[in-house]
């Protein structure tokens, strides 16, 4: 159910109530179904209130913390590859960037662009980063199912991601290198402005 029409169920159904438990205290006349019946309605309206709508809410909660659960796990398979091209850009005497943030903050993918577009890793850096997506490769491959579950989307964009690491694994020269790492840092950024 969406969003919406949770809120609107909830507020039909608070209407409701309400406007019956005031025809139930100021109404006059009715009888027997004023006395009986509407009594019964609007217990049934606070009822529906709280299971439909309250806990509607609280499932659609629990699955956006599921899914943003899945796309941290997806985002951190590649934190060592992130972590090793951010020291390879590190100025002298700076501190490299904090593991949680390579992992949860998508701000870090357009400066590490920047970071390439202006610098050239050093031979050794390179050397790293070849290393780490070939004993990376298998598993960010083994998570296209955990993407799949997020939507078909990001899967696609996982699945270039996963071919990015493995040109990466395969580069022989170094404009191959930096080529696969450029491609690596635009499939995450597209991956990272999907909504989950």
């Known amino acids: 159910m969406s969003r919406l029409f949770i809120i609107v169920l909830m507020v039909i159904f608070c209407l409701a109530g309400l406007g019956l438990w005031l025809y139930f205290i100021l109404g006059s006349g009715g009888g027997s179904f004023r006395e009986e019946l509407v009594p019964e309605l609007v217990v049934f309206c606070i009822e529906a209130f ?3 709508g309250l806990l509607g809410l609280i499932q659609r909660y629990l699955e956006h913390q599921r899914r943003r659960q899945m796309w941290l796990s997806l985002r951190g398979s590649f934190r ?3 972590s090793l091209l951010d020291i390879a850009f590190l100025e002298p005497n700076t501190e490299p960037t904090s593991s949680k943030e390579l992992e949860r903050d998508p701000g870090v993918i357009p400066r ?4 390439l577009e202006r610098k050239h890793p050093d ?3 390179l050397v790293a980063l070849k290393r780490e997506g070939e004993e990376s490769l298998s598993m960010t491959r083994d998570l296209v199912a ?3 579950q997020l939507s078909a989307t990001h899967m696609n ?3 270039a991601i996963v071919d990015s690491i493995r040109r990466l694994a ?3 020269d170094r404009r191959g290198l930096e080529k696969a790492i450029h491609e690596m840092l635009v499939n995450i950024r597209e991956f990272d402005r999907l909504e989950f």
């Open 50 to 52: 709280f299971l439909v």
């Open 112 to 115: 590490l662009l920047e970071e």
């Open 146 to 148: 955990v993407a799949a």
């Open 80 to 82: 060592d590859l992130l």
């Open 157 to 159: 964009w996982w699945i």
């Open 170 to 172: 395969e580069a022989r």
């Open 123 to 125: 031979l050794d850096s």
